[in-house]
């Protein structure tokens, strides 16, 4: 059985960095990135970590290639609509995106104890939405996210509609990783 820690848009590691303290106990780091600018950061931070592997993708609900929009900020986004106050460039980048459930299925142990982060942009819910669908998110030990999906006028009633299922569903390890105090919140839920 391994720890292992899927960070859901990692921008330039600075989660990954908290994590590698040793107090954390994770095995394995698997930091998920579309955008190349961050990925070039990524790479060059963590290539020498045998803990740390870097996707040069985002996750979705679907394999695909999209546009990703204002590319290589904090507010790296596949929303065209997201309002973000970080003030990033308008950049607008084709990205690779990979199936959620496809990942886990082929890179998941039922063994494994998986805690997920997913500080997407807007992409949050359809990812925990395709694991749900797909029975992966049974692996899930705890899921840290940041309901950016709010920034997104078409794409906000997500979040509601996924709260409103994992309440039905009896599910109650998603813990709201937001704000100032997120970095606060890894060592409770990683115990």
């Not at 600075?14 to 394995?28: G, N, P, V």
């Not at 290539?47 to 040069?56: F, M």
């Not at 669908?133 to 509609?161: C, H």
Request: proline share 3%; hydrophobic share 35%; glycine share 6%.
């Amino acid at each position: 059985m391994s720890r292992i820690f899927l960070d859901v848009g990692s921008n330039t590691g600075q989660t990954i960095e908290l994590l590698l303290q040793s107090r954390f106990r994770i095995d394995h780091i698997v930091g998920f990135e579309p955008s190349p600018i961050c990925c070039d950061i990524l790479n060059s931070k963590f290539e020498s970590n045998h803990k740390v592997e870097i996707v040069e993708a985002g996750l979705w609900f679907e394999t695909c290639e999209m546009d990703l929009h204002n590319e290589g900020s904090v507010g790296g986004t596949v929303h065209a609509d997201y309002q973000t106050t970080c003030d990033p460039e308008k950049r607008i980048t084709r990205c690779r995106f990979i199936k959620a459930s496809d990942w886990f299925r082929d890179y998941v142990s039922e063994d494994d104890e998986v805690f997920l982060k997913l500080n997407c942009e807007g992409s949050e819910c359809r990812i925990v939405t395709d694991l749900l669908d797909s029975g992966e998110y049974d692996k899930v030990k705890a899921t840290l996210i940041d309901f950016d999906v709010r920034k997104s006028p078409m794409a906000k009633p997500q979040e509601n509609e996924l709260r409103e299922r994992l309440k039905i569903a009896g599910i109650n390890n998603l813990h709201i990783y937001a704000g100032d105090y997120r970095h606060m919140l890894l060592p409770s839920v990683l115990r």
